[in-house]
């Protein structure tokens, strides 16, 4: 099990950019897959980005392709998710999410596949 703790939310005005970091707890950061996934106020949760063991490969959502980077420091056991071209409808509580895994090509969309998650933090892109 690792611990996961959001932090860079906030507010924006739309066009700006944020960066969201991930801090996880433990020794074995490197074997687990990563991911962000966000959730507006009376919708479902949904898959922004993902991120394999060492960082090589990535995977993100169709509507933020070219907008959000997905990264990793394994030394420091930190996730990133940085967002640029923010807009409205990018606000949301925003989580991470971590799954323990021996394959490097692991990249799930579905929340479900991963076991450990954060509290979230809050983006807010004003028009």
């Known amino acids: 099990q690792v611990q996961l703790v959001e932090s860079g939310g906030g507010l924006v005005q739309a066009g700006g950019s944020l960066r969201l970091s991930c801090a996880a707890s433990?020794?074995?950061?490197?074997?687990?897959?990563m991911a962000w996934f966000r959730q507006a106020q009376g919708k479902e949760r949904e898959f922004v980005a993902a991120i394999s063991r060492n960082g090589a490969n990535t995977n993100h959502a169709d509507s933020v392709k070219g907008r959000f980077t997905i990264s990793r420091d394994n030394a420091k056991n930190t996730v990133y998710l940085e967002m640029n071209s923010l807009k409205p409808e990018d606000t949301a509580l925003y989580f991470c999410?971590?799954?323990?895994?021996?394959?490097?090509?692991?990249?799930?969309?579905?929340?479900?596949?991963?076991?450990?998650w954060g509290q979230g933090t809050q983006v807010t892109v004003s028009s």
């Open positions: 999410a971590a799954r323990l895994t021996a394959y490097s090509l692991d990249l799930y969309q579905t929340a479900a596949r991963y076991s450990d």
């Open positions: 433990g020794r074995t950061f490197s074997s687990y897959a």
